[in-house]
């Protein structure tokens, strides 16, 4: 089999995202019509570099995962993940949070906030290599490789709870899809804000830092609590939303 990845010697192979499992959320109708089915991208879950470190991230109930993008157009449309979004934290109104760092490429990170039947907020975040994107909580969120070159991004994640892409499938996609001419936004939600483009930021109390491999938080897992218990972080996530 292809698309294997190699990490620190342990060789995975992937779940393999296709057009099709797609075809509800995508911007080019017309396209799709006429188009085969192919693979979109690649997805390596649950990575450890050696079984002592495997043993203390499953303790944890964390997930370190790998997401290969290769460039590609959907028609009109940049290649995208289908977007999600995250279940509550159980005895709390906060729903899990996530956590992405680009290994390799640049990535568009739209992420949007629903509150009922509304869209309240919608941030827009273009990292590059070494960069780190955290997702607040109650935050649904697509990635998207408007470049030319392969996107490939890693992720932190508390892995007791299974994503929730209804939502977003039910409403053909995210609040906006991204073509070659912009943002254009999706017809099917109401109300939709303007997008607020993000900068990318350090967050230090997360030990998250640009260019420093987030793997690393292996070593300290501690860490990486805010994954499971946002609800001790309102601070941090405050800061992210705020963007500043």
């Known amino acids: 089999m292809g698309n294997e990845l190699d990490f620190y010697g342990n060789i995975r192979t992937p779940d393999v995202r296709m057009l099709y499992d797609m075809s509800e959320v995508l911007f080019d109708r017309e396209w799709l019509i006429s188009a085969e089915n192919m693979e979109l991208y690649y997805m390596y879950r649950n990575l450890y570099r050696n079984n002592s470190e495997h043993e203390l991230i499953s303790r944890h109930n964390l997930r370190y995962d790998i997401t290969i993008i290769p460039p590609r157009m959907l028609g009109r449309e940049y290649i995208k993940t289908a977007g999600h979004y995250h279940p509550h934290v159980p005895g709390t109104e906060l729903s899990y949070t996530e956590v992405y760092q680009v290994l390799e ?97 350090d967050y230090p109390e997360l030990g998250l830092f640009a260019g420093k491999d987030m793997y690393e938080l292996v070593n300290d897992v501690s860490q990486l609590a805010f994954l499971g218990e946002p609800q001790d972080y309102s601070s941090v996530f405050e800061k992210a939303i705020a963007g500043k």
């Open 105 to 201: 490429g640049k990535a568009t990170y739209l992420l949007q906030k629903q509150e009922g039947d509304m869209i309240t907020d919608v941030m827009v975040y273009n990292a590059k290599k070494g960069d780190c994107v955290l997702i607040p909580p109650g935050y649904g969120h697509i990635t998207i490789n408007a470049t030319g070159e392969t996107l490939k991004m890693a992720n932190w994640v508390y892995r007791d709870f299974s994503s929730i892409y209804g939502t977003i499938k039910e409403l053909s996609g995210g609040a906006y899809y991204l073509l070659v001419e912009g943002f254009v936004r999706n017809t099917r939600y109401q109300d939709v804000p303007p997008i607020r483009f993000m900068d990318v930021m």
